[in-house]
Nanobody
Framework: QVQVVESGGGLVQPGGSLRLSCAASGSAFNIPVMGWYRQAPGKQRELVARERSGESIKYGDSVKGRFTISRDNAVNTVSLRMSSLKPEDTAVYYC???????????????WGQGTQVTVFS
């Protein structure tokens, strides 16, 4: 089983920047995908950015050009650099990892507990 733990987040003014980090640990054959999702109050959880091995990085439309995801496969970490933050970016941000237990297995999900990002004037 794989666990993911986020760090970072906090309060920032509009136009500011923040960096989130996430580390995956535990037993897995492979972790083909890691990324970030977010959920604002009263809204559904949405994709922020996701990096899957062998595929192009995918960003949510609302963060393209402002957020950058970086993954280090060697140590199973992923970070999210958020710039030009807006009040509508306020949400709980969740780290996500998709992993396999053996070659050809089903891909299991692991979610972090979330970290709050608040953009306020």
């Amino acid at each position: 089983q794989v666990q993911v733990v986020e760090s970072g987040g906090g309060l920032v003014q509009p136009g500011g920047s923040l960096r989130l980090s996430c580390a995956a640990s535990g037993s897995a054959f492979n972790i083909p995908v890691m990324g970030w999702y977010r959920q604002a109050p009263g809204k559904q959880r949405e994709l922020v950015a996701r990096e899957r091995s062998g595929e192009s990085i995918k960003y949510g439309d609302s963060v393209k050009g402002r957020f950058t995801i970086s993954r280090d496969n060697a140590v199973n970490t992923v970070s999210l650099r958020m710039s030009s933050l807006k009040p509508e970016d306020t949400a709980v941000y969740y780290c996500y990892a998709g992993y396999t237990r053996y070659a050809g297995s089903y891909e299991y999900d692991s979610w972090g507990q979330g970290t709050q990002v608040t953009v306020f004037s």
